[in-house]
């Protein structure tokens, strides 16, 4: 986090009422768009929601894409289904801050329940349910003509009831853009998980979202990544030039 974000996250510190309505209660992540807040709706008798508020920086730089990103977030507050986040409402705080305010999930990542089983994978029963879930959403959202562009295990989270939802529908446009302007060739996060029509700046359709899923089910049976490459410019070349490896090679119980 820049010292820019540092700064604002103090401002938003627990206690501060954003838009005199929702009155934060602490802090839930950070990136390269802005930070993610936990935040108590006086309006709704306290309900907790998150509330996603944008780096001012990025946004001024960007006013294009802040525009387009908007006009994403309002057709994406129509996915109403039990596998995706929904999204509550979107404004500027007094100061200029653009923020998005969706529906608050108590639990874990994807991304953390891979981890936690390291190099083994997960259960294939378990691997495909959640894969099926997942389907549900993704396939319910492209049926409303959203792309989500950005699906990876850190945008899939479980409830502490089992239930599995899907963030970030509407927004990835805009961070996929921010990727791309200060993309410098350090560590790969979001890339692993990339079309190649994404790292050649072409147009992405639904496709773009089923090879993302591809990568995903990849790791939650496998328990590592397709391609594990250091920069930016070595995974867009493996998934640009290089065949996918097969499941069946990694992973124990997999047919052929």
């Given amino acids: ?30 990136g390269g768009m802005g930070f993610v807040l936990k935040a108590a709706d006086r309006k ?4 907790i929601v998150a509330i996603k508020l944008l780096n001012k920086q990025v946004a001024e730089e960007n006013s294009t894409v802040l525009q387009r990103m908007i006009n ?16 509550h409402d979107i404004g500027e705080t007094d100061d200029g801050f653009t ?18 089983q390291g190099t083994e994978g997960l259960p294939l029963p378990t691997a495909l349910k959640l894969l099926c879930e997942i389907l549900e959403g993704v396939g319910f959202a492209h049926r409303k003509g959203v792309i989500h562009r950005d699906l990876k295990p850190a945008n899939v989270l479980i409830t502490e009831h089992g239930e599995l939802k899907i963030v970030d529908f509407g927004l990835a446009r805009a961070s996929e853009s921010d990727m791309k302007l200060t993309q410098t060739g350090e560590a790969v996060g979001t890339p692993a998980f990339m079309a190649p029509e994404q790292f050649r700046g072409g147009e992405v359709d639904r496709r773009t979202d089923v090879y993302a899923l591809g990568i995903m089910a990849y790791q939650f049976v496998t328990g590592s990544l397709p391609f594990n490459c250091r920069t930016f410019f070595d995974m867009a070349l493996k998934h640009i030039n290089a065949p996918l490896p097969d499941f069946a090679d990694e992973a124990k119980g997999i047919p052929s």
Avoid: K
Avoid at 11 to 26: K, M, S, W
Avoid at 44 to 47: A, F, V
Avoid at 99 to 116: D, F, H
């Fill in 1 to 30: 986090m820049d010292s820019t974000q540092i700064g604002t996250t103090v401002r938003f510190e627990p206690g501060t009422l954003i838009a005199n309505r929702y009155e934060v209660v602490g802090r839930l992540g950070a």
């Fill in 44 to 47: 709704l008798n306290g309900e």
């Fill in 72 to 87: 994403e977030v309002l057709i994406a507050r129509s996915l109403t289904h039990p596998n995706i986040v929904r999204i």
């Fill in 99 to 116: 923020y998005i305010t969706m529906e608050y999930v108590q639990g874990q990542s994807l991304a953390e329940l891979v981890a936690s």
